[in-house]
């Protein structure tokens, strides 16, 4: 997994990046608000682990420009370094969007700071894990929903359109090769523009569709697409 790792102190973000490579994942490592933005922007690394106190943007105002940048229903999760441990601090942690933060002193002894930051990115990781797979069941469902909508639209069109298109079709063979009575021929043109008449209607009623419903077709089968009077309203 890509991984963004914004961080001033040097020697901080060289062990918080070794942790993170010997677990597996690519590290892209910055020093800046700025920097982590751009990376942001280019690569989208699911997952951005950035420094309350960055120079330039604060980590706080990263974490703000990321969840403004969400797009499609994909997220990023920020986990946010910080040395303070105040409440009002840590809520506005929270309110800028972050995912969760992990204490972190820039001097002194830095006890656990693998097994504290493993823990950490596995729960990252479920949460991207689950993330994915919530996104792939929408797509799925948006994509079932749509060939229903096909097909519902498929039937309920050969349903409305079928017998007006044959009688049409029918009549203006007639027509074509003269084989009507004497007189016939007003009454076939009078039945192929009634039958034009009932198709353009269908098509009309399709387009002024704002709610579309379907019915049943077949008892206790197949649904089309409800194109009666009732069905295309706005109600």
Request: aromatic share 2%; charged share 25%.
């Amino acid at each position: 997994m890509h991984v963004l790792l914004a961080e001033v102190d040097a020697d901080v973000r060289a062990q918080l990046a070794e942790v993170l490579e010997r677990a597996g994942h690519e590290v892209t490592a910055v020093a800046d608000g700025e920097a982590a933005l751009a990376v942001i922007e280019r690569a989208h690394p699911p997952l951005v682990i950035v420094a309350d106190d960055l120079p330039g943007l604060t980590g706080l105002q990263v974490c703000r420009r990321v969840r403004s940048m969400e797009r499609d229903g994909a997220t990023t999760f920020v986990l946010v370094l910080t040395a303070e441990r105040g409440g009002g601090e840590l809520a506005a942690t929270i309110d800028a969007g972050a995912d969760d933060f992990m204490f972190l002193l820039r001097s002194g002894p830095r006890t656990n700071l693998p097994a504290r930051l493993g823990a950490r990115i596995g729960i990252a990781e479920r949460r991207i894990a689950e993330d994915a797979a919530r996104r792939r069941a929408e797509a799925a469902l948006a994509r079932a929903q749509r060939l229903v909508g096909i097909g519902e639209t498929s039937i309920a069109l050969q349903h409305e359109i079928n017998n007006p298109l044959a009688a049409l079709l029918g009549h203006a063979a007639l027509l074509e090769h003269g084989l009507y009575d004497p007189g016939e021929e007003r009454d076939l043109l009078a039945v192929i523009v009634e039958q034009a008449h009932r198709i353009a209607d269908v098509v009309k009623r399709i387009s002024a569709l704002r709610n579309p419903d379907s019915v049943e077709y077949v008892r206790g089968g197949e649904r089309m697409l409800d194109l009666s009077e009732d069905g295309s309203s706005d109600a």
